[in-house]
């Protein structure tokens, strides 16, 4: 069977763009592949995150994916921070990188305009190589944001078995497993974020059902009151669409002759009232988690991981005579 990694930020509970955009099919990809999900909060240093607010966003983080229906006994779901594994192959890796290769990262341009050039943000990529790695994974779910960064693992992985021994898979993205693109409520030229200032345009896991009716109620949408998919001249209408297509498992072609003749006001509340019947239980299953059954299997699964990561970093040490 091959072996899946992903990554998420704890950003504490997640929103319906997780969810559709990743989270779906990770629940998915258990059925066909050895799967190891890490809450990566390493990598969310790079922000300077709340020191009050981590430990419980790391928490919350697991409570969303097992919400979703990501189940520890088929799947490793662990904390980044408890396995040193992956800080000390990525100063290993760091040595198959160019400077001029994470200078054009788009990314680390992006968020260096908020966060500034720190060394931690301009190897951010390399690191994330070493996630990748340390589990010798064939494939890598990634979204359009990160497939810079996996070419950039792909080529290490190359230079590393060029250079000493075939150590490392060459993994590929799985395109396959690319979720919806959610985009804001409110913004619908945006991504849908917990990072927004408007919060009316993001389904938190947490929203009940009078939240989630009143944001659908208020979406951006047009003043033509026709309902057809074009994502450039009716971008709120089009991300309705999509949501609705997503939840309902229906093609946007399948999606649009079910509600064409509705006028908006009566599709807002079909996306709604079937947006209520996906989340509730996922919201349910959140909400009665407790942050000691999260603890307990994040220890077992940090136990899981090692025995594969301890394996990985002795055949790389041994290469390199150390």
Known sequence: MKTVFSGIQPSGSVHLGNILGALVNWKRMQDQYNCYYCIVDLHSLTTFPDKGLLQKDKIDTIK????????????????????????????????????????????????????????????????????????????????????????????????????YEDIFPVPSPNSTETGARVMSLRHPESKMSKSSDDVSGTIYITDDDKEIIKKIKTSVTDSENTISFNKEKKPGLANLL????????????????????????????????????????????????????????????????????????????????I
């Open 64 to 163: 969303s994916l097992m919400a979703v229906g990501i189940n520890p006994d088929r799947s490793i779901i662990y904390f980044q921070s408890d396995l040193h594994h992956h800080a000390e192959l990525s100063w290993i890796l760091s040595n198959f990188c160019q400077i001029g290769e994470l200078q054009r990262m788009t990314q680390y341009k992006d968020k260096s305009e908020s966060f500034g050039t720190h060394a931690g943000l301009f190897t951010y990529p390399v690191l994330m190589a070493a996630d990748i790695l340390i589990h010798k994974a064939d494939e890598v779910p990634v979204g359009d944001d990160q497939t810079q960064h996996l070419e950039l693992t792909r080529d290490i992985a190359l230079r590393f078995n060029q250079k």
């Open 242 to 321: 999509e949501i609705l297509a997503s939840i309902s498992g229906m093609s946007i072609e399948e999606t649009v002759k079910e509600v064409s003749g509705m006028q908006y006001g009566d599709f807002k509340m079909r996306v709604a009232e079937d947006l209520i019947t996906f989340m509730s239980p996922i919201r349910e299953e959140y909400l009665s988690l407790t942050d000691k059954k999260i603890l307990e299997i994040a220890n077992e699964g940090r136990d899981k991981a090692k025995i594969t990561a301890d394996k990985t970093l002795l055949e790389v040490k041994n290469c390199l005579g």
